[in-house]
């Protein structure tokens, strides 16, 4: 079997540096006092037991959620309930004791007081949170844990509003498959993502920065692009396969939506045939097409790689351009929040 030869290039499409906060939030799980000893204290090495579960089995979970700068200088959380129902929903898949909402909520908002300084004082700086459960017994053999470490680091991502400055080339993953329905399906676990990493490295030596994913049934239907949810302009008309077992429940695609009712731009979920997709480049219906994600922001697409052909889309992204500056206008503040997303941090 021939060795992978490693392929070293720039990640320019993502956000998420190393600019790392200097704080880092713990508490454990034990099946007698349930969650505790929270800590809240300089980031630091973990020290891991070499037999630690997670590290053999893969029994994890994790999340990732933004807190945006506000007017007052203070920090806000963005929809923090329903990024806490979906790693409790990552923790039930992975047979993971889940802290409760109250929980995360309350250790995520002290994370951010504790590291508004960090930010410095830009008006659309935002703090990118990694809250990960692992699983910590001892013991080489499958089975679920009893004990478990929670994590909360973080770091300062790129401003929303800046997200998208490069198009990407996408690889459309006919040969590879990430999530099934029936394994971990749209479970933010380590063990999700690895499995799209052979993927990654065929995009990246046929000169692609992502992948687009198709169903593992028939290769056809479209999923994801990378870890992101992705909309297509369809003759004006945004479309977005909806959440599923092997879609993510993304709350970035969710606001879209909703920024999209509420602006007056039409849009359809349903599911996408890649039949659809390129015979829509052909006559020239398909006018843009992007990715969402917590980490990403909103990413557009510049170019489909498919079983070797290049397919070009339009080189202007105005919706995406659009949603965007709303979506960072309503994050930061600036515009009216009727629906309670905003959550100020506070100790």
């Known amino acids: 079997m021939a060795q ?15 600019d790392y906060a200097e704080s880092m939030l713990t508490a454990r799980f034990t099946p007698e006092g349930g969650w505790q000893m929270v800590e809240l204290g300089p980031r630091r090495p973990l020290a891991l037991d070499p037999a630690t579960a997670a590290l053999h089995y893969g029994q994890s979970a994790f999340e990732g959620i933004r807190a945006y700068r506000q007017p007052d200088g203070g920090l806000a959380l963005f929809r923090p309930h329903d990024y806490a129902w979906r790693l409790s929903a990552s923790c039930r898949r992975m047979a993971i004791p889940a802290p409760t909402t109250g929980m995360l909520i309350d250790w995520w908002s002290q994370f951010c007081v504790a590291e508004e300084d960090h930010l410095g004082d830009d008006p659309e700086a935002a703090l990118y949170l990694r809250p990960l459960i692992l699983a910590t017994d001892r013991v080489l053999g499958a089975r679920p844990s009893h004990e478990y470490l929670f994590l909360l680091l973080a770091v300062k991502a ?4 800046q997200s998208g400055q490069h198009a990407l080339d996408v690889l459309v993953a006919t040969d590879y498959e990430r999530p099934t329905p029936a394994g971990l399906g749209r479970a933010k676990s380590p063990g999700n993502y690895g499995g799209g990493m052979l993927a990654l490295h065929a995009a990246r030596e046929q ?37 599923s077992e092997t879609i993510i429940d993304g709350v970035t695609r969710a606001t879209v939506l909703q920024l999209c009712a509420d602006h007056d731009i039409p849009f359809e979920e349903r599911p996408i045939h890649l039949d659809e997709v390129v015979a829509a480049l052909g006559w020239g219906g398909l006018r843009e097409a992007f990715g969402c994600s917590t980490g990403a922001g909103l990413t557009p697409i510049g170019s489909l790689l498919l079983e070797g052909e290049w397919l070009a889309l339009p080189p202007a992204h105005p919706r995406a351009d659009r949603l965007r500056n709303l979506f960072a206008d309503l994050a930061h503040g600036h515009a009216p929040d009727p629906f309670g997303w905003r959550m100020p941090a506070r100790k």
């Open 207 to 243: 000169g692609c920065d992502q992948v687009l994913w198709l169903d593992a049934d028939r290769h056809s239907w479209v999923e994801e692009m990378g870890t992101m949810n992705v909309f297509f302009d369809f003759d004006g008309t945004l479309v977005s396969p909806s959440p």
């Open 158 to 161: 790129t401003p929303f509003r």
């Open 4 to 18: 992978l030869e490693p392929v070293i290039i720039q990640d320019i499409y993502s956000p998420l540096g190393d």
